[in-house]
């Protein structure tokens, strides 16, 4: 996924990586809107959830995401996760204090605001912040509306 955008390098996404609770997620639950999103986008990016899994539901998701699936211990684990796919290709979406750090290392990094709540430190990190999940996965779905958020 190639995106110009005027005053910037060019952003060329190849990776995405989520958080599910919180996220994608509310009490282990898919939230209204993810699927069909997350699928089209799992189309175009290769995507991976990454989760320490709190209510047990991570595997059962990324499947039904057609998501790559990883069971992380904490945010360190997340940011190694970014970093083996290469920063300058991955946009990670997020909303905890253990995603700050790849929301920091990722070409682009997106906090949702959710129904979980949202770090202030995450947000501090994040490249955009977008009121749900639905708004981040439609900026990937139709990346032309980047350009407004992030030109110069």
Do not use: Y
């Not at 949202?118 to 639905?134: E, G, H, Y």
């Amino acid at each position: 996924m190639q995106i110009d955008i005027p005053g910037r390098a060019p952003l060329t996404l190849e990776h995405a990586v989520f958080d599910l609770n919180g996220t994608l997620s509310l009490d282990g639950g898919l939230l209204p809107g993810v699927q069909e999103r997350a699928r089209a986008l799992s189309g175009q990016l290769s995507c991976l959830l990454l989760t320490a899994d709190t209510f047990g539901t991570g595997e059962a998701v990324a499947r039904a995401l057609g998501f790559a699936f990883q069971r992380v211990a904490d945010g360190a684990e997340k940011v190694a996760a970014v970093r083996s796919r290469g920063i300058q290709h991955t946009v990670a979406v997020g909303n905890g204090q253990n995603d700050v750090g790849m929301l920091r290392e990722s070409a682009l990094g997106i906090v949702v605001l959710g129904p979980e709540g949202t770090a202030v430190s995450a947000l501090q990190a994040a490249t955009i912040a977008v009121p749900n999940i639905c708004v981040a996965l439609d900026l990937l779905l139709h990346p032309a509306r980047l350009i407004a958020t992030l030109r110069a």
